[in-house]
């Protein structure tokens, strides 16, 4: 019941600004003494593990800064064995598992398309046959989106949106939640073959910005569409590929039908680097 109020809240209040709003503030100088408590609360209050950021809270501006902390070197291993992919995020398994008639698991009993996660039928369709998995990040967890693959970064897609939370509640109530949220759209080609991650934005999420071109952001008033890159900007398994200003949701779409997920459970949490599927 409380959680049908909030969602109802919500749907009167405007998302967009409000998440803007709450990204300024996470950004906010603050003097000094206010700023490090601020940041202390921050970690305390979630339970982060503060011995895997790459900096000590007190060198932190900002809670945003804090927010959107680099690992310390070595704090995730990246699965280099070849015909591999691996995690994204940190975080935890929403749902993950064959492409069947071009549609996604979003909760029981929901469902939605690839081709409206992508605004384009035609990338769409071809993920067919493919596999999906979709990794929820939490307010505790690292907030930096990692490629799955290597490869070479040809096109990228930024589809303005809603911001609608992404919590259960939201997952389960709320129709098409990740097709009408505000998302980046990121298509790499490798040696798996054709692998989509997509960034999906959420209330609080100020934007999201992108480490192979970092003149796309989001909720920038930016115009949605298609971006070619031309030459295509390589990229290694496990280098950074976005990031979250607050937490949200990343989507990995893999095209090839001879990729198998390894066995993952929803519910089960991730860790960045990790293997999620191989060449069968």
């Known amino acids: 019941m409380k959680d049908a109020l909030l969602l109802g809240t919500l749907g009167v209040v405007p998302k967009n600004l409000l998440s803007r709003a709450v990204g300024a503030a996470a950004h906010a100088s603050l003097p000094a003494p206010v700023r490090r408590a601020s940041v202390w609360a921050f970690a305390r209050a979630y339970g982060i593990d503060v011995s895997e950021a790459e900096l000590p809270l007190s060198a932190y501006p900002t809670v945003g800064a804090f927010f959107t902390r680099r ?117 790499v080609d490798g040696p798996l073959g054709e692998v989509c991650t997509v960034m999906v934005g959420a209330t609080s999420v100020g934007h999201i910005t992108m480490a192979y071109d970092p003149a796309l952001q989001t909720n920038r008033g930016l115009a949605g569409g298609l971006r070619h890159y031309d030459p295509p900007r390589r990229v290694a398994r496990g280098d950074e590929l976005g990031t979250f200003h607050l937490g949200s949701t990343a989507i990995v779409l893999f095209a090839n039908p001879a990729v198998q997920l390894e066995k993952l459970e929803a519910g089960e949490m991730v860790r960045l680097g990790q293997p999620v599927a191989r060449l069968g």
């Not at 591999?84 to 009993?109: F, S, T, W, Y």
């Not at 996660?117 to 989106?145: I, Q």
């Not at 303005?160 to 298509?187: K, M, Q, S």
């Open 71 to 187: 690992l310390r070197p070595g704090a995730r291993s990246v699965d280099r064995r070849p015909g591999r992919a691996v995690c994204p995020a940190d975080g935890r398994v929403l749902n993950a598992g064959r492409i069947q008639h071009g549609e996604l698991l979003q909760a029981k009993g929901r469902r939605f398309t690839v081709a409206e996660l992508l605004r384009n039928r035609h990338e769409a369709d071809r993920f067919l046959g493919g596999s999906w998995l979709t990794v929820y990040l939490s307010p505790r967890d690292y907030h930096r989106v990692h490629h799955p693959s290597e490869g070479q970064v040809r096109a990228a897609r930024y589809i303005p949106g809603h911001l609608w939370p992404v919590n259960r509640a939201a997952v389960d109530n709320i129709e098409d939640l990740f097709c009408v949220n505000e998302r980046v759209v990121t298509y």
